[in-house]
């Protein structure tokens, strides 16, 4: 049997290994480990992650967390089949990758009439990367959060920095933590090694009471 | 039986639930998950890490890698003992704390004569955090390592970025990577929440061809 | 006639040359360049610097400007002094302190009843780096700001970011721009130098229509 | 006669208002700030600029420093009419414009025989942004260097950190400093206000002793 492409049990996975459409983010490498070291994950945890993109998360914590289930949330048909094919790539086999627009496909996850996704129940963290309107995304994923369960999101822009941490402030989450990520990469051009910035980006978590 | 410390199965303690002595250094959660996604431990992986300050990073991967071995090397003896106790904190039992001065001591752990230590092996990553003097560390660091294997080390300084650079283009390491973290944390300070920066770091990396 | 401290036409006076009080807030040298770009002084520009601190801005745009009129405002008699002093020592003549507490001092220094500041005339350029309630202090400094004249604000919290962000776009001010310093300096300790990171300040401008 | 199109005494032109080349490196704002302060220009300083680019330093300088003289220099022919065209766009009329490669070129820059660089002389700062090979550059300007006189140096790369930063020490120079610069801007993407990294430069200097 062929060596896995990530045989190993530390998270990490470089950006090149993955499978990209154009125009679709990535959550890259470095913003990665921070986003991670958010979910707090036990072993049987259940993570959604709304607006999964190349489904670097779902993949990194699907290989962390085998007894886990991930649900990957993604609008989009092609992005969808995008992580399918970067779970398929890493073998990574506890991932579900519903199609369908935030908030408004949650109720549906939570409550399945049945089919596979019968045995989900409330997730004990929600990773949120997107969705729109913000504030409907965040209101309806606290909802659904198991009680003692995790809120995670990411953001680059000023007023999602804004929405969220207003946010997470009036329904008195917990333990709200805010890290910048402004990361440096040296990079080679040409002959030349030079740093260039990997685009900052907030993230943002707080515990449900 | 209580719960353990961090039930979670994904890595990213914070800073706070480790035991500290002042004056020792810690790697802060950030920097720690970084460094984290350079090692690309196999589940039987051995780690040695040299300058290993309050033991943060055995920690982590003493709980990812539960069949892997990670030698903690510390000259210090209170040091050393700090890292025993957190690892005890938070059950972990694959760690050995060693002792000793790099790259003195190297030797003795690469080929221990008879004892607990009988069965290690040489190591598939080592970690430079500290040890003196740099160039020599690195040196030998190089030659226990597997071939195959990697070297990972941070440094703050600039002639500590220039020596391991220099020293990873020199021995033809394959896959050299420069990163340098930037983080900042929103802090609570009084009523205001204010940015404040981790001390920059810089995290080299690079494969035994 | 002794040389002046500096007797040069570049800004950028090193940190350790002003005098300082404990506990007093700096403007850092980097910080200060930055929010020098944004303040577009005119040689007969009028500037009022609202928490002006040390008063290494006043000091700055002093020398930049000296057809210019400085109006450095605090609340705090001591630091008022500092100021003063600060001012001598580089022999900047167009500064005035005025001890007060904005937004409440404000209407004086603008209608002045007689005295030392019959002759000034309302401000260009407010520069915000203090002052209670933020709120107040931005609608006031707003209201005294000659049409085309300029907001220049800094924070390094969040509130202030958010309070900040959202007056300039309330009162739709032209030109908004908004800048992130994080700067990271090579510094000596014992034999080694390391980079540590000054705190990240953010700075909002934009001009009143 | 119209106003201007910089009609302050603060430095800190937007980088829009450039006139630009494809492929031509400009020296943004936040940077160039940064470099301004390093500099310490008396009023009737010389000033050579190596590897000038776009010309936003000779511009800021022309118009901080009326009485100064500044000598930009550029291998490129289109490059140097594009740094003429700079500073006619600001009314800059102290810089001249020297088509050359350094070091080659410094030599007759600082002994003319004859036409109109007869007056200048031995430069009290000279500005490295660019040249080949850098260390032939830094060793050369720092031999035309007016004794307490500076040299300012930027780079992106690590080798150019290495190479300015040792030769700094080798040759002694005075007040050595290193700031690392790493500005995130808020920018408008579609309705959306993101934060984006302007790429990091090293900014070095030191005196001759």
Redesign the interface.
């Known amino acids: 049997m062929a060596d896995p492409l990530w045989?190993?049990?530390?998270?990490?996975i470089p950006d090149d290994r993955f499978e990209r459409l154009p125009g679709i983010p990535m959550t890259e490498?470095?913003v990665r480990?921070?986003i991670?070291?958010?979910?707090?994950?036990?072993?049987d945890?259940v993570l959604w992650d709304i607006g999964a993109g190349t489904g670097t998360i779902p993949v990194e914590?699907g290989q962390?967390?085998p007894?886990?289930q991930i649900v990957a949330i993604e609008r989009d048909e092609e992005v969808a089949g995008l992580i399918r094919r970067n779970c398929q790539r890493f073998g990574v086999k506890n991932v579900s990758v519903v199609e369908g627009s935030a908030p408004d496909c949650l109720g549906a996850i939570a409550a399945p009439s049945g089919g596979s996704l019968v045995d989900r129940s409330l997730p004990d963290c929600i990773l949120i990367e997107g969705g729109q309107p913000l504030q409907d995304v965040l209101r309806s994923a606290w909802d659904y959060t198991r009680p003692g369960g995790r809120i995670v999101a990411t953001t680059?822009?000023?007023?999602?920095?804004?929405a969220i941490?207003e946010f997470l402030a009036e329904l008195q989450a917990r333990d709200i933590?805010?890290?910048?990520?402004?990361?440096?990469?040296?990079q080679r051009r040409g002959i030349?090694?030079?740093?260039?910035?990997?685009?900052?980006t907030f993230i943002l978590s707080g515990e449900k009471g």
């Open positions: 045989p190993y049990c530390t998270p990490g490498l470095e480990m921070l991670l070291a958010q979910l707090r994950l036990r072993p945890a914590v962390l967390c007894g886990g680059s822009s000023l007023e999602g920095l804004y941490s933590e805010v890290v910048q990520s402004a990361i440096n990469r040296l030349r090694q030079s740093f260039s910035a990997v685009n900052p």
